[in-house]
């Protein structure tokens, strides 16, 4: 357990703005390399996880 989990701290939503959609489905794509992060195309926003 990490020392922020300890303290109660958890975090559930980082949000990141890019300048097109391409640029957001780059930066999903590498949070799935990195993390096992699922990416997911909406509407109008592009999610890594869940």
Same mark, same amino acid.
């Given at each position: 357990?990490?020392?922020?989990? $300890?303290?109660?701290?958890?975090? !559930? ?7 097109? /959609?391409? $640029? @957001?489905?780059?930066? @999903? /794509?590498?949070? /799935? ?5 699922? !990416? !997911? ?6 999610? @890594?996880?869940?």
């Amino acid at each position: 357990m990490s020392q922020l989990e $300890e303290l109660g701290f958890v975090l !559930k939503h980082v949000g990141i703005n890019c300048g097109s /959609e391409d $640029e @957001a489905c780059s930066v @999903a /794509e590498r949070f /799935e390399q990195i993390f096992g992060f699922g !990416k !997911k195309v909406g509407n109008s926003s592009v999610f @890594a996880g869940t």
